[in-house]
């Protein structure tokens, strides 16, 4: 069965300092992989996709940046983290091509900006 | 992107049925509606999905206007495991883009 693991859970990081969250999927060849923020009380935005390996498009023009090195690794970046980037980041991974094409979500990383 | 609207919240009283609205007046002919539900501090979990018939699963029912404008998911008998956001979305197959979720619907279900 497939499994998708963020990590980490929880992260406090001060302004100015870098970030790495990385996911991974398990028991899936080829996924479209996704990354989402939901700020507090809020929906959830789309901030990155990618199709294939090195494939990055990009929703929203901000102080992020992703990458997709392994077939099942997606990885969000910052150099230098805002106050704003604080929120609820969420992965998520679906089969391409399924007419019901299913988004499966990770356990997300609450990341606040202090 | 083909938005959808619905109301903020909305209260049940367990073990009785629930209608949660999503209208979406711009979908194109091609666009599916799904329902996701988010409980606390976790990811959005996959409900149901349909593009013009009704359809049911273990979860919920789907209730599709013939016009298509507008969607309820219906849960037959709300528990307090079912208290969470719901979210309906378009979705077209032919875009591996994702559309952004909406705030959603808070649905309290009472005791």
């Known amino acids: ?114 | 992107d083909a938005k959808t609207t619905q109301p903020n919240s909305m209260e049940s009283n367990e073990e009785e049925p629930v209608h949660l609205p999503c209208n979406h007046s711009t979908i194109s002919g091609t666009d599916y509606i799904h329902w996701y539900r988010q409980l606390p501090s976790q990811g959005p979990e996959y409900v149901i999905h349909g593009l013009t018939s009704n359809v049911n699963n273990r979860m919920a029912s789907l209730a599709i206007a013939e016009d298509r404008k507008s969607s309820t998911l219906i849960l037959h008998r709300a528990t307090l495991r079912d208290a969470a956001v719901y979210y309906c979305i378009l979705r077209d197959p032919g875009s591996a883009r994702q559309l952004t979720f909406g705030s959603g619907t808070q649905l309290t279900v009472l005791p």
Not at chain 1, 4 to 9: D, K, L, N, R
Not at chain 1, 28 to 46: C, D, F, K, V
Not at chain 1, 65 to 79: G, N, W, Y
């Open chain 1, 1 to 114: 069965s497939q499994t998708i693991h963020q990590w980490p859970a929880t992260l406090v990081q001060p302004v100015g300092s870098p970030l790495s969250l990385e996911c991974t999927v398990e028991g899936t060849s080829n996924p479209n992989l996704y990354w989402y923020r939901q700020a507090a009380g809020r929906g959830l935005q789309l901030l990155f996709y990618s199709v294939g390996i090195g494939q990055i498009s990009s929703e929203v023009p901000q102080n992020l940046s992703a990458s997709r090195p392994q077939d099942r690794q997606f990885i969000l970046s910052s150099k230098k983290l805002l106050l704003s980037d604080s929120g609820f980041y969420l992965c998520a991974w679906s089969v391409p091509g399924g007419i019901g094409e299913k988004l499966f979500f990770g356990s997300g990383t609450q990341l606040s900006v202090l």
